[in-house]
């Protein structure tokens, strides 16, 4: 009898992730991953080389989030330290990222081996999943494990360390073909079904509300339920708020969508959550964007509902008045069934009164932008950083994807595309930093967007701090051949912090926060790309046109003037304290 051919243990480890359906894999080609390179080769799997590891796992992490299905992030021993930052951010979105690490040898772990690092200790927080390979027969069931966990309940990401002697050696190619099970194709992850007399409770609760409010997380967005969402919340005339940070569910143009549900960022939720008798938050969690559901966010006269599909995340809602352990598309399904069998009788008023509070909160505020913007005209100065997203917004069609990074930035962003979504604006998409505010992860998910969707235009509009931070990701967008728009709003420093500064130092200065001026604009241009300095508000229209038009990876360095966002100014009163919660 023929002896079974032998291959490598990153050749297994290809084969394995390749029969999960994994269609994108990142990594910054060293010698370590040329086993398992070699085996994606053959196998036809896209490979994207990148300049740093915390790229590829950012740019694993959106296109993660954007397709919502497990992508690969490889890197060698020496590459780990570089791509935590990018597993705590997909930790943060619940994104169901692969990390695959290379680690010093299994034979002399724990002898001061090469390149040696507990790796899977320092993942293991970070992750749903942290494990080291042991044997090389053992890799398609480590890659079976790790894509379950990565998928089921709320997803997340996952890590598998490889010692480098397991990825070189050779084990025959039918390695645990008798063991179950026989198929490792992905199945689609198990659902919880609410408990019948649980969900009753809930039911009852919500349909004696008169006031209630829908928030939604992104346990919405990975169970792809956010359809059915929309249809409870319009049948229901039920105003709909998005947790911070988290993947918008529905458009900023929505008639049922109000907007964050955070009271700086947008006023007035603060009328909603004051107002309302019943709070249902669906897929989120209580920490410190929802004050771990405490007053005065969520006031002690209404009725707190968290509904969540695992585990986890209902033992991490204790503070919640009732919890339901159920997939979000099975609540909603049954939260809809109330107006069929006619238990819902709450017409259009409540959510009428949010949609005109809404319009009032977008009306004032663009006055006060434009008479803002005039006297900025007048005197010669920067544009504002709310004018800058808005303007770049009127360049954007419905296919198009805006994206934003930074402090003050992404607060400012968050507005805009809010003001300019009630007056119409449509967007296919729209990617921010998740729950940890990674700055630096701009340039590479918007590389996600446009990869994914390359006939959409996708513009990035990045805080100059935050572009310092991860910006010469830009290469890959070279190198990829991916014409990405990068809208930087160039305030001279970290703007955030030195407004915190100014409020918290005796002194009322900032220090240590201030940048030269950077030509980022010349960058791109010395790339082979298209460059822009955009000095007046006049200019950015025409020159936005012009850089969408290129063809080329682009940059706008606009000056912008430093302004303190509403969440900032809402923070710095808190800095005497030992955290702003």
Known sequence: MAEAKRIRGGNLLARALHEKGIEHVFTLSGGFCNPALEGFMECQMRVVNCPHEQIAGHLADGHARLTRKPAVCLVGPEGFANAVPAMMEAWGERSPVIFVTGSSTLKRQGAGGFKEIDDVTIAAPLTKYSASITDGERIEEFVDRAYTIATSGYPGPVHLSLPVDIMFSSFPETAASGERPFTNRPRPPSR???DPEALAGVLKTIASAERPVLIGGHGVWWSGTEDKMEAAARALNIPFFNVPYHQKLLGEDNDIYMGLADVHQYPPAKFALEECDVVIMVGGRLDNQMNFGNPPLFPDSLELICVNGSHEEIEFNRAADQVLLSDPGAFFDALSALK??????LDRTWLD?????REDWVSETLAN???????ADEAGDNMHPLQLPLDVQTCLTPNDFLLFDGGNTHFWSEIAVNLAGWNGQKLAGIMHPGSYSMLGCGVSFALSAKSL????TVVLISGDGAFLSGGLSIEAAFQEKTPIVVVIDNNGGLDCISQQQERLFESGEHFATDFRDIPFHGLFEGMGGHGELVETRDQLVPALKRAIASGKPACLNVKAK???SPIVLATTSKRDKASIE
Do not use: C, M, Y
Request: net charge negative; charged share 25%; glycine share 8%.
């Open 340 to 345: 069929a069998r006619g238990d819902w009788r």
């Open 192 to 194: 919880a079904w609410p």
């Open 369 to 375: 932008l434009a008479a803002e913007t005039d006297a």
């Open 562 to 564: 430093g302004v303190i």
């Open 453 to 456: 969707n390359p006939d959409s």
């Open 353 to 357: 009164l949010n949609l005109t509070k």
